[in-house]
């Protein structure tokens, strides 16, 4: 403080600005959004040079898919993660353990897409890590964060899971919590993944759900507001709403390449590290019910596969046309822009949903 206060009036004034939460998340978000433009194509090149055919195209999906989206690169998630990882560092406070925990499941999952998706397009098949691999990493790496996140949180939540609307009401978990919290984390991750089926279909849902998550994050880290609105107060959980603002601008910066049609996918690099990170938020803001209903659409997706490959099993026959849900609609006619679109307007009502809970009480 004191160079500052050496300094001139304007000098003095942008240290002040810095101590401000709300001015930090919205110079996040802008950072992310300018990093991922600026690097953008120079990344889009480089990973169409390397992959030469782009990501391999399943012969069982849509019979379009086979056309209009062969030789497009994957791995784009590489570029919202640097764009969300740069700001995040740049703009959060480094000292609070919740935002590294956040941060480091996020980069950890991001590293095992970035694995599945690199042998997909240089072996060429759909195959990647296989899935039971892929499932250890995510249990473990989700346990050891679940923990670390439940150490910074006051005693009596750590181990317990609020209901939203009832503000009493705290279900006990014990000991158990930790594998409540790894279980939120890894079928978040996995539901983003099954949702990443068409341009943009994916990533919008995901940016509103951070928008919600870094309202909740600011609130609910913040004693006056906390208590004004009857949520459960968790200390330090506001400098995630500098993390859910650069997701957001990260977002916003890799639809501009991923608008239809895209110029690349995210691919597993980006999906199971964005789903982890609303998880992971989740978690820590004690608010993992609402990723639920805030995240409806990624819920219904994994339900519809579930529902799929169980009803199959059991009769031989198929509940939908082809599963995930948004595939369903591309077989009964509709356009990928109607698909995408509606899906979109769905996240933004549920979205409305579940930040009424933080009222309703």
Not at 22 to 41: D, I, K, Q, W
Not at 170 to 196: E, K, W, Y
Not at 305 to 329: D, E
Request: glycine share 12%.
């Amino acid at each position: 403080m004191i160079p500052a206060l050496l300094a001139g009036p304007g000098d003095l004034i942008v240290f002040n600005l810095l101590r401000y939460l709300t001015f930090r998340a919205g110079a996040a978000c802008m950072t992310a959004l300018v990093v991922s433009m600026l690097f953008g194509p120079m990344m889009i090149r480089g990973l169409r040079g390397f992959q030469r055919g782009g990501q391999p195209i399943r012969a069982d999906g849509p019979e379009r898919h086979l056309v209009e989206k062969k030789g497009t690169p994957t791995m784009g998630g590489v570029l919202i993660l640097t764009a969300l990882t740069v700001s995040t560092l740049l703009w959060a406070d480094l000292r609070n353990g919740m935002v590294w925990a956040v941060l480091v499941l996020t980069l950890g999952f991001g590293m095992l897409g970035f694995a599945d998706d690199w042998l997909k397009v240089t072996k060429r098949n759909t195959k990647g890590v296989s899935a039971r691999g892929k499932l250890v990493v995510q249990f473990g790496l989700a346990l050891v964060v679940a923990v670390a996140i439940l150490w910074f949180v006051p005693a009596g939540l750590d181990s317990s899971l609020s209901v939203p609307v009832f503000k009493e009401v705290l279900i006990p978990f014990g000991i158990f919590f930790p594998l409540v919290g790894m279980l939120v984390m890894v079928g978040s991750s996995n539901a983003v993944n099954l949702t990443d089926g068409l341009d943009g279909l994916a990533i919008v849902p995901v940016m509103i759900a951070a928008g919600v998550f870094a309202l909740i994050a600011y609130l609910v880290g913040n004693r006056v507001f906390s208590d004004y609105l009857q949520l459960h107060f968790v200390p330090g959980t506001g400098e995630l709403a500098v993390f859910c603002s650069a997701l957001i601008g990260a977002g916003l910066g890799f639809l501009w390449f991923n608008a239809p049609p895209a110029k690349v996918f995210m691919g597993d690099t980006g999906s199971l590290a964005l789903g982890g990170a609303l998880g992971a938020v989740a978690v820590a803001t004690k608010h993992e019910v609402v990723l639920a209903i805030v995240g409806g659409v990624f819920v219904v997706e994994t339900l519809s596969v579930m529902i799929q490959v169980f009803w199959f099993k059991r009769t031989g026959r198929r509940v939908f046309l082809m599963a995930p849900l948004h595939h369903h609609f591309e077989k009964k006619g509709w356009a990928e822009p109607t698909i995408v679109i509606r899906f979109w307007i769905i996240s933004m009502i549920l979205a409305l949903v579940g930040l009424s809970t933080l009222k309703i009480r």
